[in-house]
């Protein structure tokens, strides 16, 4: 009913002095490619390599970029929850109250990431791949859209490695 559709998006670090773009789509960025099974939910699915230097970012800020049909919205709301192994990591909520009818739009996000230790890191830096996220998008309360994430923070991504290590137990 809404016609919402995502055209553009950016991801930066936003730390003092080291600001810069980390994933722009709109300048060519492509993200790696879906693992085979996803099949037919690909177009709502995306993968991010960021390498192990984004462990030590503390600040992010996102540009969605979209457009919308000819209903007004209302409660625009995303809901985006990180998992490591299943374990929630970080959570965040955010929510823009009116999108005007026929206009495209962009939607500045900031986050503050989660503090790991050296244990988590190296975790985070050898488990390919075992970083997820699910983007929940509401409107006035209702689910409208749900979008999933993959992450890799090591140093080169290996085809094969997805489902390629045993589950070890968590960082404490």
Not at 53 to 65: P, S
Not at 73 to 102: A, G, K, T
Not at 117 to 130: F, H, I, Y
Request: with cysteine; aromatic share 14%.
């Amino acid at each position: 009913i809404y016609n919402i559709q995502f055209v553009n998006f950016k991801i930066r670090c936003l730390d003092a002095g080291q600001e810069r773009v980390l994933f722009d789509m709109g300048a060519g960025d492509l993200p790696s490619p879906p693992p085979p099974e996803i099949g037919e939910n690909a177009c709502r699915f995306i993968r991010y390599h960021f390498g192990p230097e984004f462990l030590g970012i503390q600040t992010i800020g996102t540009t969605l970029e979209f457009t919308n049909g000819e209903h007004e919205v209302q409660n625009f709301r995303m809901i985006e929850r990180h998992y490591f192994r299943d374990q929630l990591i970080s959570s965040y909520d955010f929510e823009m109250p009116f999108v005007i009818p026929n206009t495209r739009n962009t939607w500045e996000m900031i986050y503050t990431k989660p503090e790991f230790n050296d244990e988590w890191k190296e975790a985070l830096m050898t488990s390919p791949w075992e970083v997820r996220s699910d983007s929940f998008y509401f409107v006035n309360g209702r689910l409208i859209m749900q979008t999933v994430q993959n992450t890799t923070m090591e140093a080169r991504p290996r085809p094969s490695a997805m489902g390629t290590r045993a589950p070890a137990s968590l960082p404490k």
